[in-house]
């Protein structure tokens, strides 16, 4: 079946844009991870959605950061006002519940 | 604070060795302990997992030790290939509470199997 998809693949943005990542998890897993991942460093989390309930956003390192899970399947992450050090790979995972993860093969945003 | 530690950093090995990642946690609410392999460009891949009732789990050449009283579990890749070559990351999750299901992922390990 299919996996996690993410869109785009990358994206060039100038500093002070906003951008939107897109993730469309595995059908039917009712939960939904946002992790971020520097370049040559390990995964960050960032923001996860379990069903219903009230996400988790500890994770998220500024109030630019902000993400939405609609119908309980396609999650958008938004990054207002872009700095540089918001370069990175963003990477979103679905689970059945909450293992095991599987992974989409991210997005690469660079922001100049 | 980095929850979950990961070494060696960079791992080279010939083909048919057995590399050993290990990993060190201090948090005692962790409950579940993936390893993911990510290849250049590409999402990280779900390897092996382990629970902490456990001491060793096996799936082909991959192998993870647990040892729950020094709260530490290594990999170890039986006859490792060059298609091994590879990132390697160690993770954990936290039972219960509202963080329930996040991963704590270790600084991932860079394997090279030489020819």
């Known amino acids: 079946g299919a996996g996690v998809s993410q869109s785009p693949s990358n994206k060039v943005t100038e500093k002070g844009k906003d951008v939107e990542l897109r993730c469309d998890p595995i059908?039917?897993?009712?939960?939904l991870y946002w992790y971020r991942q520097s370049l040559g460093q390990g995964l960050e989390f960032l923001i996860y959605f379990q069903g219903n309930s009230a996400p988790d956003k500890s994770g998220l390192p500024s109030d630019r950061f902000s993400a939405e899970r609609t119908g309980g399947s396609v999650s958008t992450l938004t990054i207002q006002r872009t700095q540089q050090e918001d370069s990175a790979v963003y990477l979103c995972?679905?689970?059945?519940?909450?293992?095991?993860?599987?992974f989409g093969p991210g997005t690469r945003l660079t922001v100049l | 604070q980095q929850q979950v530690k990961q070494s060696p950093q960079s791992l080279i090995v010939q083909k048919g060795g057995i590399p050993i990642i290990n990993c060190a946690y201090e948090n005692t609410a962790f409950d579940y302990f993936p390893w993911y392999q990510q290849f250049p460009g590409k999402g990280p891949a779900l390897l092996i997992a382990i629970r902490p009732d456990v001491s060793e789990k096996k799936e082909g050449r991959f192998t993870i030790s647990f040892n729950k009283s020094a709260k530490q579990f290594s990999l170890h890749i039986m006859d490792s290939q060059p298609g091994d070559s590879a990132t390697y990351f160690c993770?954990?999750?936290?039972?219960?509470?509202?963080?329930?299901?996040?991963?704590?992922f270790g600084q991932g390990t860079i394997l090279t199997v030489h020819p």
């Open positions: 995972a679905s689970s059945p519940q909450t293992s095991p993860q599987y």
């Open positions: 993770a954990a999750r936290e039972k219960g509470g509202t963080s329930y299901g996040k991963l704590t």
């Open positions: 059908s039917g897993h009712t939960a």
